[in-house]
């Protein structure tokens, strides 16, 4: 049988699925058990013991010095920002979506705008941010906003422009105009994408709100790893890794449970 | 047919395992007696000779005088620096006497200062915009610094100063790198950095500056630190590096116009500019100097206070019940903190040899 006509069995496929995990943890855990044999301080790559204390520490216990639960503390403030910066970036990302792909008069303006301002690195300009948003929240926010809107903009054009002419045609001939076209044939369409778009977008958010908190901030999940990393503390950074990546998967999961539960008729069509 | 799949798959795993295990064992264990070093540094007036002891090949002739090979490496991130030190990449790396005890000390790394080669004395600075300001009037006030480097250091040292403690002032972390940029914006009152930094913000209008090191002579100091067990089982390394480092600073000494031109320009600005820097660094620029400093008591006094402030952020390790948590010694035989667990050394006996003109 040729190689791309074989598929796994059920047993196998499970099995195939959880092979790479095991082979890292596997490589990572050797690795950190032969460099604590050598010296059993070692902070490069601790032990899941070391990792479990820090979680405690992290979690469950106040902080020494603040008297806060610094996980939670930073989880909040993190996910206020991306939260902040999403639903700003979404709404802004529609609207000029929709405007520069229903309207040509419009989209000869902005679409040329948005397809250059989609490819300048907002980290690259960061000190013209400062000065125009200034240092706190708001820069963080607008570091991530400034970063997913345009390249949501460019995709909801473009989702825009692919449907069929003939539902303009016929829409305009049963008495729709501009305004009606957009809310009620338009919208429900890209409303949908919008949700497939953000969802592709997060790990992109995720990368600008760590760096915004790495830059300057008294809180955050990104602001933490920076601060932790200047003594080395990776019994600290990898279980806030894995806290990122399940926070960022929950949020995955949530979008498309949204986009299943409002669009049900898009499933179909989904990439 | 499903026993051949399997079997192909039991194959495949074992390959992956044997890639993960070569992997995971290729990360360095430290060796006995060898004969190639790798040596870090970093931006900051201090070290920047040690870029000169590289590029003008000095540390080649001093190399090749004890029949070894040391690769001098520049690295862009202070913070990286240290941990690759402490990870093992390096034999040896320039640092603060702060951070070599916060990062490769707690991590477990013996360390000796080997070139205890100048401490700040003016180059790191607290700055405020305004006139007429005082430390007192930090109260209140958010001050932007990287938190949990020398330069927070300086700041609860300075509160200390004027009856003020770092609770009563909010500290905002940002880095090195964006400080300036962040110290132009309306948001920023305050702020504490080093060189070259502290000269651009100095620069500014209506800035003054209300600390610095000055203020605090030999409390920040820039050491180039060696891993103890390499340096005991290869004690060339620490000759020729030291043997180097003095030839540089007698060059710096007489004002040889080329090596301070070239180290000038290898951190990036003119020689007036890092003649400036020059002097908010105090140079030892003879092993006597740097001997007299080693081996007086206020050495000990000083790293007394640094690990009882590193303590106090929680950097001497979870498991620290005190700032004694850590041993450490000092020439002459004495020690500080728990002796048990000695893992800071400053040690003398190649500045005696380069005094003695043993090296």
């Known amino acids: 049988m040729r190689f791309i006509n074989r598929h796994p069995g059920r047993g196998n496929q499970l099995l195939l699925a959880l092979l790479p995990f095991i082979l890292l943890l596997a490589a990572y855990f050797s690795g950190s058990a032969a460099r604590l044999q050598d010296n059993s301080d070692d902070k490069l790559l601790p032990s899941a013991a070391q990792m479990a204390a820090a979680i405690d520490r992290a979690a469950f216990r106040e902080d020494r010095r603040s008297g806060e639960y610094i996980l939670w503390n930073d989880t909040a403030a993190s996910l206020a920002r991306l939260g902040m910066g999403l639903g700003i970036a979404a709404c802004a990302g529609l609207a000029l979506g929709i405007i520069s792909g229903a309207f040509p008069l419009l989209r000869a303006g902005l679409s040329p705008f948005l397809a250059v301002a989609s490819m300048i690195p907002p980290l690259a300009i960061l000190p013209i941010l400062f000065i125009v948003f200034g240092l706190d929240e708001l820069s963080k926010v607008m570091l991530i906003v400034i970063g997913i809107t345009p390249i949501l903009a460019r995709d909801l054009e473009q989702k825009a422009r692919e449907i069929p002419r003939e539902l303009f045609v016929k829409a305009q001939t049963l008495g729709a105009n501009s305004w009606t076209l957009v809310l009620r044939m338009m919208l429900p369409q890209l409303c949908c994408r919008l949700f497939i778009s953000l969802r592709l977008m997060l790990g992109p958010a995720w990368l600008f709100l760590i760096s915004a908190e790495a830059i300057s901030a008294t809180a955050g999940l990104g602001y933490r790893i920076f601060l932790v990393r200047r003594y080395l503390a990776m019994d600290t950074i990898l279980p806030y890794v894995a806290w990122i990546t399940l926070l960022a998967w929950l949020m995955d999961y949530l979008l498309r449970q949204i986009n299943r539960r409002c669009f049900p008729w898009s499933e179909g069509a989904e990439t | ?359």
């Not at chain 2, 890639?19 to 064992?25: D, K, M, P, S, T």
């Open chain 2, 1 to 359: 047919m499903q026993n051949n799949r399997l079997s192909r798959l039991a194959a495949r795993v074992t390959t992956l395992c044997a890639i993960g295990c070569l992997v995971a064992f290729s990360l360095p264990a430290v060796g006995e007696s060898k004969k190639s070093f790798n040596v870090c540094w970093t931006i900051y007036a201090g070290w920047v000779p040690w870029g000169y002891v590289d590029s003008s090949g000095i540390i080649d002739k001093w190399a090749r005088k004890y029949g070894i090979d040391i690769r001098i490496t520049q690295i862009n991130d202070v913070g990286e620096a240290l941990n690759q030190y402490a990870a093992g990449k390096f034999d040896a790396c320039s640092m603060t006497n702060m951070d070599a005890l916060i990062v490769p000390v707690v991590g477990g790394v013996d360390t000796t200062a080997l070139v205890v080669g100048s401490y700040s004395d003016g180059g790191d600075g607290v700055v405020i915009k305004g006139k007429g300001k005082t430390l007192k009037d930090l109260k209140g006030m958010s001050v932007y610094l990287p938190e949990l480097t020398v330069s927070h250091y300086l700041l609860a040292r300075g509160l200390e100063t004027a009856g003020l403690r770092e609770r009563d002032v909010k500290v905002v972390n940002t880095s090195d790198a964006d400080l300036v940029a962040a110290y132009d914006t309306g948001n920023v009152l305050a702020a504490v950095a080093w060189n070259p930094q502290l000269m651009t913000l100095k620069a500014r209008p209506d800035t003054m500056e209300i600390f610095n090191s000055h203020q605090i002579p030999g409390e920040i100091i820039d050491i180039m630190v060696a891993n103890t067990r390499v340096l005991k089982d290869n004690p060339a390394l620490g000759k020729a590096l030291t043997g180097a480092w003095y030839e540089v600073m007698a060059m710096i000494k007489a004002g040889n116009a080329e090596a301070l031109e070239a180290m000038a320009k290898s951190s990036g600005t003119d020689l007036a500019s890092y003649r400036a820097q020059l002097k908010n660094t105090h140079l030892f620029h003879t092993p006597q100097e740097n001997l007299v400093f080693v081996t007086s008591p206020d050495l000990i006094k000083t790293m007394r206070r640094v690990a009882q402030f590193s303590f106090e952020k929680g950097l001497l390790g979870e498991g620290a019940k005190n700032a004694e948590a850590i041993g450490m010694s000092f020439p002459g035989g004495v020690t500080l903190g728990d002796k048990k667990r000695i893992l800071f050394r400053f040690d003398d006996a190649f500045i005696r040899m380069a005094i003695k003109g043993g090296l």
